[in-house]
């Protein structure tokens, strides 16, 4: 429960010069609770608000945030505050997903891009995956889902989730995996909701268990490592907040520029610059944005998947043997239905066996390249037969 004045002041019930207190941190509320606030402020209408509440949180240092996360309850605007920009940091999004107070929709939103890592701490936290089957949806949907982290799914559900209207399908159409539908709706008689329930409770219980710490004194070696993650932790996760009117300004710039300037742009300018003029329409500035010494995979894997590049920018990427040797920036280019035919056959031979099942069922992509993934996909397990045969 927030401090009776955050609530006030979050629900206009008090007069702007104490919002403005409260951005700079000049009211008599427990610390947690100003965090909490300044999140909730970070986009208020008020600029001199929105700014400082943003500068105030920038400033917190990562050992505060991790012991925040680990022993606060918080309301739900605050943890989509964390969602989308502390969860950069994957320690900390971690730690907000064990927090008991983060609500099912906060997570339901994060599975659906979660990276590999974030899935194994969504998936062990099975209460909230029986209270709120949207989260395993979500799951089954994600992109960076593994194998072994579908076979986790495929258990609980089932499990759970048999006659779940949506669940079932999903897993077989995404995992291959088929579970027996019963006949019933997915609305669980007494005994087994009173089961449900028990097994709710009983996880609960387990997963409290598990985050009780050590009363152990630390070694050297775990406090250097803590201090070697303290360093690293990533400042840049608030950098979008707080340039956020900087990048609308150099939006409205770039307009104004001339071709030879977005050019020397692309190639010596920043990541927001770089993210603006690849939409640009004239394709010598797009093509100069991917020859930039400056740009990051990651970049490069994203501009992979835009469907409004034309053909040319994508040959380029393929042509290139930097990024050909980046599995991430191969599949998503395999996987854009822009990219021609011929390039996406030859690049999908790369594919793992798991990535090739769900581009059999990509129906974003041509028939032709699902077609061209079930036969590799055949043909390897053909192949595999044969060798368990010989031996």
Known sequence: MSHPLVEQILSGKVPEAVKKAAARGALPIPREDQIELWACLRNDSDPEVKIQCRQNLASIPFEEWQSLLREHSFRKEFFDFVAKVLARDERLAI????????????????????????????????????????????????????????????????????????????????????????????????????????????????????????????????????????????????????????????YQKILKMSVPKKVELALKGNKEARGILIRDSNKVVQEAVINSPKVTEQEIETIAKMRNLPDELLRKIAMSNEWMRKYNVVKALASNPKTPLPIAISLIQRFTDFDLKFLMKDKNVSEALRKEAKRIYEARHTMKKMDFKKH
Do not use: Y
């Open 95 to 250: 730690l907000a997903l064990r927090n008991k107070s983060m609500s099912a929709f906060t997570v339901e939103e994060m599975a659906l891009n979660a990276p590999a890592t974030l899935i194994d701490t969504i998936l062990d936290g099975q209460a909230r995956l029986l209270e709120c089957p949207g989260i395993v949806v979500a799951l089954l949907k994600n992109p960076n889902l593994n194998a072994s982290q579908g076979r986790r799914i495929f258990d609980l559900a089932e499990q759970f989730f048999r006659n779940h209207p949506t669940i079932p399908k999903i897993i077989e159409e995404k995992l291959g995996l088929k579970i027996k539908i019963a006949e019933a709706k997915f609305v669980p008689e007494v005994e087994e909701k009173k089961e449900v329930e028990e097994k709710i409770e009983e996880v609960a219980k387990e997963e409290i268990k598990e985050e009780i710490p050590s009363a152990t004194e630390p070694t050297v070696e775990q406090v250097e490592e803590e201090q070697a993650e303290e360093a690293a932790f990533p400042k840049e996760a608030f950098k979008e907040e707080l340039v956020q009117e900087e990048v609308k300004n150099l």
